[in-house]
């Protein structure tokens, strides 16, 4: 048996707890909170194969209809990128514990990846190249951008994250290059802030994370 204290949270053997030293009266078994953590665990783990068994039904019966109805204009393209994008919202987005950064990141590629399924199936006027996609990085940049200002603690921690967002954020300038783009101003805005959070991440970072950003970026 064990006794538990309400002020730190932690259970002992001990009848004192060793950080308050109070009196401890509430008993718990041994291997109380463990089931219930296991349970969660489950609970969370059944709901990200239900969403996948979901997405696996919704997408492949829309291409079986698609199929056999021989349509001019294949429509299951308008349900194969969201539910893509819903499967990686619920399952990665809210049910997992991965990292704020990582959701971001994922966030950008599977949003712009729906842009573009849905941009192909109405006729590619490569309207999510031309503007979406360069928006939804500088937006994803200034976001982690935030993080970090409001929580400098965190500085290190994002770093990493930060410095890929920056990396994404010249991404539209090489699909304009390479003609995929033919509109500039939406690529050279987000190329150029990107440079812009480059520079301020040298310029206003602690000596320790200048040194990490200058051994990532190969100064």
Sequence with gaps: MQHYCTNCSINTKQPYCPLCKHKLSEELEDDAYYPAYETKIQRRRFAQRLVLF????????SLLIDLLTK???????????????GLLLINHTILSKAHTGSKVIFQ???????????DAASGSSKWS?????PF????????VTIIVLRK???????????????????????????SWSTVLWPSAATALYALLTLIGMVLF???????????????
């Design 71 to 85: 349509p001019n204009q294949s429509w299951s393209l308008y349900v194969l990128g969201p539910v893509l994008y």
């Design 108 to 118: 950008v590629i599977a949003l712009s990846t729906m842009f573009f399924i849905l």
């Design 54 to 61: 979901i997405a696996i039904f919704a997408i492949s019966t």
């Design 136 to 143: 939804l990085v500088m937006l994803a940049t200034l976001f």
């Design 205 to 219: 970072s602690e000596k320790t994370m200048k040194n990490e950003i200058v051994r990532r970026f190969h100064f």
């Design 152 to 178: 400098p603690m965190k500085w290190r921690e994002y770093i990493g994250y930060l410095s890929t967002m920056v990396i994404l954020g010249f991404l539209p300038v090489i699909l304009f290059l390479s």
């Design 129 to 133: 190249i031309h503007y979406v996609i």
